[in-house]
């Protein structure tokens, strides 16, 4: 406990960042890239996301839907969720998928309890790292390499507005302004983390290039061979 590694035979990966980051995006495409290229196809590539479709994901979206249900949510409680809903993953997708040497990459992971942080507040920010270890137990695991997909708040507002769906309670420029700031805070808290920043304001291509840049790297250092 404690330790942030990836104890299993399979890669993991995460995209991350602050919410209309385009990291949804980066993931697909981690993951076609992926399949398309590994020379192992026997090794699957899973595409996975938290919060999950399970119970706790369930109940986190509602909160999150909800205006008045979320102004009455303690946000520790809340991180709780998120907690419980993560070491569900885990259990049930995550491991499974690791202990087989698969590669599985998710569209975030618990590097997102910076959102449950004040802006800047350390202490809050290992509560809620020691929260998280004591929930998933013997369920904890930490990705290899995490991308945070950074950009400015207010270009994350704006392609909010333009994809034309609503906003939820978490969606607001206040609040992806401390998220973004947390995201480095826990970068140099957690040096271990495997937090890698890339600039996620330009081009798909353009963002995909450093990520593919990062993958080869990280897939030959653990033998991972390409067609």
Known sequence: MGVLQNPYRGLFLCGSGIDFCGKSSQVLRICNWLR???????IAVLRT???????????????LGDKQLFAQTDPFDLQELFAKDSRMHCEMEVIPGLEAGHIVCTDRFRESMVYGAEKGNVIELHMLMEMNQQLHRRYWVWPDKVFIFDVPPELAIERGKASGRSFDEMERL??????RENFYIFAREYPEANLHFIDGSRSIEEIFSDVKSELLKLLNANGIKLS
């Not at 938290?50 to 909160?63: A, D, E, L, Y």
């Not at 206040?174 to 998220?179: E, G, K, P, Y």
Request: zero cysteines; a positive charge; glycine letters at 4%.
């Open 49 to 63: 996301k938290q919060p999950t479709t399970q119970r706790f994901g369930r109940m986190i979206r509602s909160i």
């Open 36 to 42: 398309a290229n590994l020379a192992d196809k026997n």
């Open 174 to 179: 206040d609040t992806l302004a401390r998220v």
